[in-house]
């Protein structure tokens, strides 16, 4: 059956970004026999300043609807000004929300024709190779109670609420397993079990899960601890599992370890492996429809929808590899490039993917 | 009048690095006319093993009661299997909170005699000085209600709330903004106010105080983006201030991108100038009676408590200078040993200090 991609371009770069991943789409359905269509439709600020909402119900029932997301990023500085709870990132919220999107995977690579672009050491990064699993819907994102009261004394008192039940454990956990299955069978989850006791519970739910996946080897870690160790020796890990709020700050850790965010693509997965799929970067506002964006993390996110949505690992692979084939050739847009290489165009990454292809 | 330091050695590695910061202290008191007394006390797991808690009532009375608290490390995996309630670091979080030592400076420096123990590329962290002010007895550490609870369909959930009020918020933007007056008057606020309405709360309190601070300019991070910073250009940084449990991840992030954890002190200060002084690396149990710690992390801790509890300026220079000769000198302790320094032991680098002195 002919699965439905809904492509939501958003905010800044994105729509110029999802341009070029749609390009690899077409070629992938007309060229390769890729059963897919997709539509588009407006999020974030772009659908604020259309519908005054992030997110139309409309969109959210498309979103439901598809059998996978593809989108670009969302925000800017036009949209600070206005209140939480229409910002474009409750789009994203909402979306990860009601659709059940709980698993996110966050790859940090460093792929080898960049290995200069890192801030750290070269031989501390070459071949860096880490999944991060971020609980996605869950956790002090979506706690309740939460706001700002007025104390007796008069003065205004801010509080949200971290919490885990079993079950919200119990899945991420297996997604964190099965991921380190096909890899290198290595699990470190982090918490702050020493402090937190909804971190207590989650440890002892992943030491449980863990019992059924006896071939991983699983540690735990401490969020503080897990962040020195990122910095000083990131190699050491394989499959990272954490909860909403650490694995936000841990995935931008270990992905900016490579220098490359341009590069990285993420996935957010429900139960039954529909997603939504996205660069990890966000909208650049300042270079926006300048065609100077790096397409190439969304590309690569197309490839993870093929393999994760799709079952379509051998088309997933062919796009890794075309990916592959324009880093050897030295193409390169301004983020990822340095003196010698050959810089290009949004549009131009975008060609010699489809060439490579 | 005569100050008193109530002097903790803890677990592990800590007493033999406490050792060598009384020597220091002792050779101010003799020579140099430091007006101080000071007695140890038990704390940790030490004082668990003693008298089945990590910290009796009399030893908080008598950390009441001192003008200043000189902390070694606690824990260690001997007393990873007790509950919670009882574990070393319960001392630590509930001297915190007792004393009301809401205000951490946790400053990240990068020796540059220690420029290439860094992961990262030496020209991009390079002289390092970034200050951390963390909020250390508020936020999800302390906040109520807390624990595991058995819901209605009889799985469990752990929970945890984050909660700062105006006042708490207003008393650490001080400490940093006033940090930052004697400094490059650069605060940088970190928060994720586009998710948590508690930290909407706090930037809101950090712009209306940084008011009272028009020579220091504000600006304001979300906690992903601070963290990516951290690792892409940690030198954009003067004071980075943030509440208990950001401050912990990042100050420890911040800390690692030295390379030397071993040379970084640490003080936790009262309304009033009282406070604690510690390293921030943690007690090595691996290398505990070893005579194998660096102690300069400590006796920088001292230098700390001389400058921000008893107004001894000069004093505390002349121990900074102190440690920056025995660097120049070329003396390690294994920590930051590489090939052609003078490699020590805990007690020789202490010897070192006092000759220096
Ligand atoms: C935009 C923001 C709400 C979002 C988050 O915090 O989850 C982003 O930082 C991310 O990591 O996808
Ligand atoms: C030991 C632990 C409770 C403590 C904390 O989380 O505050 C430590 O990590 C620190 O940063 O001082």
Not at 55 to 82: F, R
Not at 156 to 174: D, K, L, P
Not at 330 to 345: A, M, N, P, Q, W
Request: charged fraction near 25%.
């Amino acid at each position: 059956m002919t699965k439905k991609v809904l492509v939501l371009p958003g905010d800044g770069i994105g729509p110029e970004i999802v341009g070029q991943a749609t390009r690899v789409l077409d070629a992938l359905i007309e060229n390769h026999g890729l059963d897919v269509t997709y539509e588009s439709a407006l999020v974030g600020g772009s659908s604020f300043d259309a519908h005054e909402t992030p997110l139309t119900d409309e969109v959210l029932a498309q979103a439901k609807e598809a059998d996978a997301i593809l989108l670009g990023a969302v925000g800017g500085p036009k949209w600070e000004q206005y209140d939480i709870s229409v910002r474009p990132e409750k789009a994203l919220l909402k979306l990860r929300s009601e659709l059940e999107l709980f698993g996110n995977l966050r790859p940090a690579i460093l792929y080898k024709q960049l290995a200069d672009a890192s801030s750290l050491k070269p031989e501390l990064v070459a071949d860096l190779d880490v999944l991060i699993v971020r609980e996605l819907t869950g956790g002090i994102y979506f706690g309740q109670p939460r706001g700002i009261r007025t104390l007796e004394n008069g003065e205004r008192q801010g509080f949200n609420t971290y919490v885990y039940s079993e079950s919200e454990v119990e899945r991420i956990a297996h997604v964190a397993f099965k991921a380190a299955m096909l890899r290198d069978k290595r699990v470190c989850s982090v918490d702050k079990a020493n402090v937190l006791e909804a971190t207590e519970l989650w440890r002892e739910v992943m030491d449980r899960v863990s019992k059924e996946y006896p071939e991983v080897e699983l540690t735990h870690m401490y969020v503080d601890n897990a962040a020195m160790q990122l910095v000083r020796a990131p190699k050491q890990f394989d499959v990272m599992v954490t909860g909403n709020m650490f694995g936000d700050i841990l995935s931008d850790c270990a992905a900016m370890l490579t220098g490359s965010i341009g590069m990285l693509p993420s996935a957010s997965l429900d139960a039954n492996g529909k997603g939504m799929y996205e660069p990890i970067h966000g909208s650049a506002p300042d270079i926006a429809g300048q065609n100077k964006a790096n397409p190439l993390a969304t590309i690569l996110s197309v490839s993870m929808m093929l393999r994760h949505s799709f079952g379509e690992g051998a088309m997933a692979d062919k796009i890794d590899q075309a990916v592959s084939t324009v880093l050897d050739q030295g193409y390169r847009t301004g983020d990822i490039h340095t003196e010698g290489d050959k810089l290009v165009s949004t549009v131009e990454m975008g060609d010699a993917v489809l060439k490579a292809l």
